[in-house]
């Protein structure tokens, strides 16, 4: 198949989460399988400094954005260590710009162009290239103009006329939404901006759109997939995706173990694996122990947390049980995170109080995640909701105990330690339901209670997780699944013409 992926995110060009890690493997995987993919991404300020080779196409790119005309430029990389391409396109009023999507805890004032430029580029630029295209996977709200662009405008337009599109969103709760006038930008005419298509709530919502254009969708597990087609994770959308239920699947992302594994890290202090896990840990756990000026305690459980500082990932239940552990508990807590400024200032002011428990850095660095995912004895994820998560699949592979809320991906990928799963030898980690500070402390004393007394159950719990396979080869081959269901659907998906009803 002739894939083409578009996204905001791909490691090594651009990252804020997990969109980059999956966006920057899931084609080198599909392409191993023996298919055809390029990937498309704005030419962003991190994107040049990534140290990649990024060379000219001599393609311009005049698109139409509201009643001016913006003109771009293609560039062109690859991703690491193989020969996917990667097509940046090049607008440095949009993209040249000290983070991807905001900063300071606001959203850059012009996003909705920004990505509707984007969105645009990429057609502009399939259409110069004229390299066939089966299938235009796009992900989050960023790209879900595509699919309408694609059912719209260019579905007579070479070499696009038998290409299908498909939707896969990483995080419901980050829409795209923006006030009506902002439809003007799109180029599409008004009559599209209704509540069965692109209007949300007297807004433009441009995940929306993705949604009920694209021939097939999918989220990035299965627990989230049912889960976002009900009012609690469902951010509204929940009535529009169960009209879609038919062509929606939830797929759990892979790992990139050439980034991801103990046994070749390059950033941590020794390198280890099943076999000697309780040396290499060791090690690792003094260095980071070390580094971030925590006493050296080889017995004093060390959590470790990686993660955006934002509402999502239950900074709020955490704080509360750090601030009460650090005083009445030995562990030690190691927090890598960026993003809201109220999370900042709780955790500085935390790390400040309590420096021989809690160490914290803010800001964005990639060894550092993996010092933690290799030192720490546990790796704690609270999330109000997960879509999946990647964090607890990298802490099983480096034997760091997950201990989780079971939501979304968590639920799919951590199995509880309790007494049936003991006895099965199926657990990997320790989870919780209730979105609770208690049931989080509970559940971490559980954890501390098994580290110091059940050393035997421990190392089961580490060896099992190490051993797991969470590689991309299964997902890449359930994408394939997906992506012939949308070529299936994109003959009869008659959807781009709004029905009387909704005018
Ligand atoms: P999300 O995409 O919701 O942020 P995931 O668990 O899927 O959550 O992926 C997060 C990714 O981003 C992981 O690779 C994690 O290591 C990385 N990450 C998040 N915050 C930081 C940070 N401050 N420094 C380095 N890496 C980070
Ligand atoms: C999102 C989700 C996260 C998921 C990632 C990659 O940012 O929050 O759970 O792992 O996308 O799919």
Redesign the pocket.
């Known amino acids: 198949m002739r894939i083409v992926m578009a996204t905001s995110e791909a490691v090594p060009f651009a990252?804020t989460?997990?969109?980059a890690?999956v966006c920057g493997a899931l084609p080198i995987e599909l392409a191993r399988l023996g298919h055809d993919v390029s990937l498309f991404l704005p030419a962003y300020r991190s994107a040049r400094q990534s140290g990649m080779p990024i060379e000219p196409t001599g393609i311009e790119l005049p698109i139409p954005i509201g009643t001016k005309t913006v003109v771009g430029r293609l560039l062109k990389s690859h991703l690491p260590e193989s020969n996917v391409p990667v097509y940046l396109v090049e607008q440095d009023q949009y993209y040249d710009r000290d983070a991807l999507y905001r900063e300071a805890g606001h959203d850059y004032i012009d996003n909705c162009e920004r990505f509707v430029f984007f969105c645009r580029a990429v057609m502009e630029s399939l259409r110069r290239l004229s390299a066939p295209v089966d299938i235009l996977h796009v992900h989050d709200w960023q790209t879900g103009l595509i699919p309408a662009l694609l059912k719209i405008e260019y579905r007579a337009v070479p070499p696009l006329e038998h290409a299908a599109s498909v939707l896969t969103i990483?995080?419901l709760a980050y829409q795209g939404n923006f006030w009506h006038w902002d439809m003007t930008l799109t180029g599409l005419d008004w009559k599209y901006f209704n509540w069965q298509q692109m209007e949300f709530y007297g807004h433009l919502n441009l995940l929306k759109t993705g949604i009920v254009f694209a021939d097939a969708l999918s989220t990035v597990s299965p627990r989230y997939a049912e889960e976002i087609q009900g009012p609690e994770q469902g951010c509204g959308l929940e009535e529009v995706l169960r009209s879609r239920r038919d062509v929606l699947r939830g797929i759990i992302n892979g790992v990139d173990y050439r980034q991801w594994n103990p046994e070749t890290d390059p950033h941590i202090a020794m390198r280890y694996g099943p076999e000697n896990v309780a040396e290499g840990k060791a090690v690792c756990k003094a260095a980071l122990q070390g580094e971030l000026s925590l006493p050296v305690e080889p017995r004093t459980p060390l959590l470790g947390l990686?993660?955006?500082l934002a509402d999502?990932k239950g900074w709020d239940l955490l704080a509360p049980v750090m601030q009460d552990w650090a005083t009445h508990h030995d562990v030690q807590w190691a927090v890598?995170?960026?993003g809201e400024p109220k999370y900042h200032e709780l955790l500085e002011k935390l790390a400040e109080r309590y420096p021989q428990r809690i160490a914290v850095r803010l800001?964005?660095?990639?060894a550092?995640?993996h010092r933690i995912e290799a030192g720490a004895d546990m790796f704690v994820m609270p999330s109000r909701y997960e879509p999946?998560?990647?964090?607890q699949l990298y802490s099983l592979k480096y034997g760091t105990v997950p201990v989780v809320r079971a939501t979304g991906g968590l639920a799919d990928t951590v199995t509880n330690l309790n007494e049936e799963t003991l006895a099965a030898d199926t657990a990997t980690g320790f989870s919780f339901r209730d979105y609770s500070s208690l049931a989080l402390s509970e559940t971490l004393r559980r954890a501390c209670d098994t580290y110091a007394n059940q050393p035997e159950v421990w190392r089961q719990l580490i060896d099992r997780g190490m051993r797991q396979d969470w590689s991309w080869a299964r997902s890449a081959k359930e994408y394939i699944e997906l992506y012939r269901l949308a070529l299936a659907q994109s003959k009869s998906n008659q959807i781009a013409e709004p029905t009387q009803e909704s005018t």
């Open positions: 990252k989460g997990g969109l890690d990483h995080n990686v993660g955006r999502q890598l995170g960026t800001g964005f660095s990639e550092l995640a999946c998560g990647l964090n």
